[in-house]
């Protein structure tokens, strides 16, 4: 029987993914990702091997721990800080799956007999036309295909996603008849490997800060920010202004070190179309046509269309570069792939 590898969190989905998997028969061994966590944050990397030790204790699987910090931190870390500093707005769960949980844990683990990977990851996959698709969750509330995006025929040729046809409500009920350790533990949201990051804060460690003035879309200067890298399009502030109006960020000026505000969070100058890099399709393809897209995690899907490497969109949209736009069939059931805004 092959043998599985199951990247054990520490948490509930992939507690339970181990558990199904062995009970269908397969070789399955517990491993543990250590990622990279910063001296300045209370991480949680301890507590969670601690808990993926005891799920693999429990369910009588070897356990194995690789140190991934190094990819993690050159990878993932680096990555979304010079995007930052670009003035972009990366999404680095994007590049922590496929730099790590899709790229080293997996050559680490076929170096130590792996046949296949499996993840805790809210996604589908299936086969149609002799080819892998990767659909949405049963759980919509916890699908994470838009996460996803950069993964190929060859990853998902050797990926396992156990849970994604469940809803959470039954991994949980799962996890509680296997007896498992972490059946009641919290769900662990935020940042791929660091949980609940003030992404302002944390920056604040890596970019210096440059006081630069605040302009309506008149030019009128109604305060002052430190450092256009720490704000992204679309995000709401007050920026002292009086009565505690609702401010949004609807252009950054790098030469000017300014941002310009707006009470509208699409501002006056919205765009339709956009250019689009480092397009990737699940089935190899190039993207081409008419989608359901998103460029935000949990966002409404929107029809976009996709030609010569631009996205044009029914409606204006404030998209910021470096964002992710995802895109789906016409019943946002299947994700074909996505790509980066330019």
């Known amino acids: 029987m092959d043998t599985v590898f199951v990247g054990l969190s520490g948490g509930v989905d992939s507690a339970v993914s181990a558990y199904l998997l062995k009970k269908q028969g397969y070789k399955v061994v517990g491993a543990f990702i250590k990622g990279w966590e910063p001296d300045f944050l209370p991480c949680t990397g301890v507590r969670d091997r601690l808990e993926a030790m005891r799920v693999a204790a429990h369910l009588g699987i070897p356990f194995v721990t690789y140190d991934l910090s190094e990819e993690y931190k050159r990878g993932v870390v680096d990555y979304f800080v010079s995007e930052y500093k670009l003035g972009r707005t990366p999404n680095p769960d994007v590049m922590c799956n496929r730099v790590i949980k899709f790229g080293a844990f997996w050559e680490k683990a076929k170096a130590d007999g792996a046949n296949l990977i499996a993840t805790g990851h809210y996604v589908q996959k299936k086969m149609a036309d ?6 949405v969750s049963e759980d919509m509330e916890k699908d994470q295909t838009y996460f996803l995006w950069t993964l190929t025929q060859e990853d998902l040729s050797h990926s396992f996603f156990p849970v994604g046809g469940l809803e959470k409500s039954e991994v949980r009920r799962l996890a509680l008849e ?5 059946a009641s533990r919290a769900d662990s949201q935020g940042l ?16 210096p800060t440059e006081i630069g003035v605040v302009r309506d879309e008149n030019g009128k200067s109604i305060g002052s920010h430190d450092g256009i890298w720490f704000y992204t399009l679309g995000q709401r502030h007050g920026f002292g202004s009086l009565g505690g109006e609702r401010l949004y960020v609807v252009a950054k000026d ?32 190039p993207l081409v046509g ?5 460029y935000r995690y949990r966002q409404t899907l929107l029809p976009v269309e996709i030609h010569d490497g631009q996205a044009s969109f029914d409606t204006p949209q404030r998209i910021a570069s470096g964002q992710s736009l995802v895109v789906y069939d016409e019943r946002g059931e299947i994700m074909h792939g996505g790509a980066i805004i330019e």
Request: glycine letters at 8%; hydrophobic letters at 35%.
């Open 192 to 207: 791929c490997f660091l949980g609940h990051v003030d992404m302002h804060a944390f920056l604040k460690r890596y970019l």
């Open 130 to 135: 002799g080819s892998f698709q990767m659909a």
């Open 178 to 182: 296997a007896n498992l350790p972490n």
């Open 254 to 285: 790098r030469t000017k070190n300014e941002l310009i505000v707006s009470t509208s969070p699409l501002g006056e100058n919205a765009e339709k179309s956009f250019a689009l890099t480092n397009e990737s399709s699940v089935d190899g393809s």
């Open 290 to 294: 008419k989608y359901l897209g998103r």
